[in-house]
Each structure stands twice: as structure tokens, then as C-alpha cells.
């Protein structure tokens, strides 16, 4: 049971330049989340998704874009990369209607833009 | 005030030592509260729920205080191994049914021989 699986583990972007964040869970969880990390800053949210074909915003939505076309997969989009936007990326996903079974989270993402 | 605020520490503590962190939230109407552990340049992972009764799970204790808005942690008998950043987390009720998880900033912990 591989749990939240995130791809890539580590990415380097120039200014600009866009790419695809992709979290993959097996559990059959029905939410799932993209938080940010930064240091002082905690974890914030940026999007989420109650349920296939749904997202929603979170704290920190702009710049970013998510779309969760299947149950299972979670994909969070820069469209235009910026230095801000260096940081550390985890997924989540958690049981609908289990709010006691908290969050499980994806290994993250590192990424860094130049 | 800020949703869910911690001491970010450093606590820097001898082996065999008890130590506790306190975590206040501002939403009354949290309903959820959890403890993560996170090891340095690693994911969050669940340490404890905290349930209203508190809760108990081997060297920690978990205790929730609804009048006061604040949750801790309790670890006794440290080891090197406890040594991580720990989390607070409270659901904020703000979307969805059961609404997102707001973290704190952690505290961390540094268990010394």
C-alpha cells in the first residue's frame, strides 16, 4: 500500500516556466490537499478537493492551478513560475467523514525556481 | 490572533527528560485536533488525535482544553529518537463538511544525551 505517492521529488525551474505537480493516492480517500512549506511559515494551503471532478481555494490559491479528474489523483499546475513560489510542496488526502483519522501525506516535492 | 499559534522552540532537553508543548487555536468551533511529527526534510506524519477525554499512547499524552482554546502534548522519558519538529493541527470548519486542517508553525524538539 503505497499510501500518497507525489511526482517529481525534486524540480528546478526557471522563471516563467510551468510544470505539473502530481499526487496519487490509493487509499480510496475521497479528499485530498496541496499545502506549501516555507521556513517561518508553517504549512499553508493552497487548494483542495472534496471529491472527483471538485476543487476548491484555499489560503494561498494564487499563482497556481489544481484539477482532479480522477478519484485518485490530485494535480497541482504553475503556469507561470515564480521565485516565490520556491518552497516545499505536500500533498494530503484524508477519509471523508472520518475527521479523527486526520491527514496522510506525500513524501513532497522540492521545488526551486531561478 | 492568529488560527493556531505554537512555540516554535528550540527545547532542548536531556535524555530521560518530560517536556510538553501547548497549542492555542482561535475558531470555538474546532472540532478536530491532532499532533504530527516531522522529521527534518520529511513529511508531516500523525502522532496522536486529541480527543476531549485527552488521550494517552505509550511516553505521550495528548490533552484538549475547550475553555481555554489550547491543546498539549506531553512526552515523558525522552529519547534522541523524539527529537523532530512537532505540529498542532485544529479543522477550521471553513470548507467542506468537516473542513481543512490549520497547522501551526511547530516546535522543535532537540533531545540531547
Known amino acids: 500500500n503505497a499510501g500518497v505517492t507525489q511526482t517529481p521529488k525534486f524540480r528546478v525551474l526557471k522563471t516563467g516556466q510551468s510544470m505539473t505537480l502530481l499526487c496519487a493516492q490509493d487509499?480510496?480517500?475521497?479528499?485530498m490537499y496541496w499545502y506549501r512549506q516555507d521556513p517561518g511559515m508553517g504549512l499553508r494551503l493552497i487548494h483542495y478537493?472534496?471529491?472527483?471532478?471538485?476543487?476548491a481555494k484555499g489560503e494561498v490559491p494564487d499563482g497556481y492551478n489544481v484539477s482532479r479528474l480522477k478519484k485518485q489523483n490530485f494535480l497541482l499546475g504553475l503556469e507561470s513560475a515564480a521565485p516565490s513560489q520556491t518552497s516545499v510542496y505536500f500533498c494530503?488526502?484524508?477519509?471523508?467523514?472520518?475527521?479523527?483519522?486526520?491527514?496522510?501525506f506525500g513524501s513532497g516535492t522540492r521545488l526551486t525556481v531561478v | 490572533r492568529k488560527e493556531v499559534e505554537q512555540d516554535p522552540g528550540p527545547f532542548n532537553v536531556p535524555e530521560g527528560a518530560t517536556v510538553a508543548f501547548n497549542c492555542t487555536y482561535s475558531?470555538?468551533?474546532?472540532?478536530?485536533f491532532f499532533w504530527y511529527r516531522q522529521d527534518c526534510r520529511k513529511e508531516p506524519k500523525l502522532l496522536m488525535s486529541v480527543y476531549s477525554s485527552g488521550n494517552e499512547d505509550g511516553r505521550f499524552t495528548a490533552q484538549l482544553n475547550r475553555a481555554s482554546q489550547y491543546i498539549s502534548l506531553l512526552i515523558r522519558d525522552s529519547k534522541l529518537s523524539d527529537s523532530a519538529t512537532y505540529l498542532c493541527?485544529?479543522?477550521?470548519?471553513?470548507?467542506?463538511?468537516?473542513?481543512?486542517?490549520?497547522f501551526g508553525k511547530g516546535t522543535k524538539l532537540s533531545v540531547k544525551p
Open positions: 494530503a488526502s484524508s477519509i471523508r467523514d472520518r475527521p479523527n483519522y486526520g491527514y496522510t
Open positions: 487509499m480510496n480517500h475521497e479528499y
Open positions: 478537493s472534496v471529491g472527483e471532478g471538485t476543487t
Open positions: 475558531n470555538s468551533a474546532s472540532q478536530s
Open positions: 493541527a485544529v479543522n477550521s470548519k471553513s470548507g467542506g463538511s468537516q473542513g481543512n486542517l490549520i
